[in-house]
């Protein structure tokens, strides 16, 4: 099982960006995807996450309003679309999946190999 991050980069305060995170492999299932963020010298944080079957969100306070992530359950994809990025979003963005690989017996949480975001003018 693999999960491949893209759409990182660099932008101006007030700018967007669009994360995606890829799950691929032997996958029997999907429950939830998700991402988190580290910033140098700050704690994780979680950013975002989303259900495969119900599709329900939850969010950061930092980002509420600003962040919508969805998902395409035939892609096994994950999309955060970032908009009004301010220079505290950035961080490295870990997106992650919660799900059961064929080969497996248990759900475990698998990781994507971050991207970084900058928010800089």
């Known amino acids: 099982v693999q999960l491949v991050e893209s759409g990182g980069g660099l932008v101006e305060p007030g700018g967007s960006l669009r994360l995606s995170c890829a799950a691929s492999?032997?996958?029997?299932?999907?429950?939830?995807m998700g991402w988190y963020r580290q910033a140098p010298e700050k704690q994780r944080e979680l950013v975002a996450t989303?259900?495969?079957?119900?599709?329900?969100?939850n969010y950061a306070d930092s980002v509420k309003g600003r962040f919508t992530i969805s998902r395409d359950n035939a892609k096994n994809t994950a999309y955060l679309q970032m908009n009004s990025l301010k220079p505290e979003d950035t961080a490295v963005y870990y997106c992650?999946?919660?799900?059961?690989?064929?080969?497996?017996?248990?759900?475990?949480?698998?990781w994507g190999q971050g991207t970084q975001v900058t928010v800089s003018s």
């Open positions: 989303i259900t495969t079957s119900a599709g329900s969100t």
């Open positions: 992650y999946g919660d799900l059961i690989a064929t080969t497996a017996l248990d759900e475990d949480r698998y």
């Open positions: 492999g032997s996958i029997f299932s999907i429950y939830a």
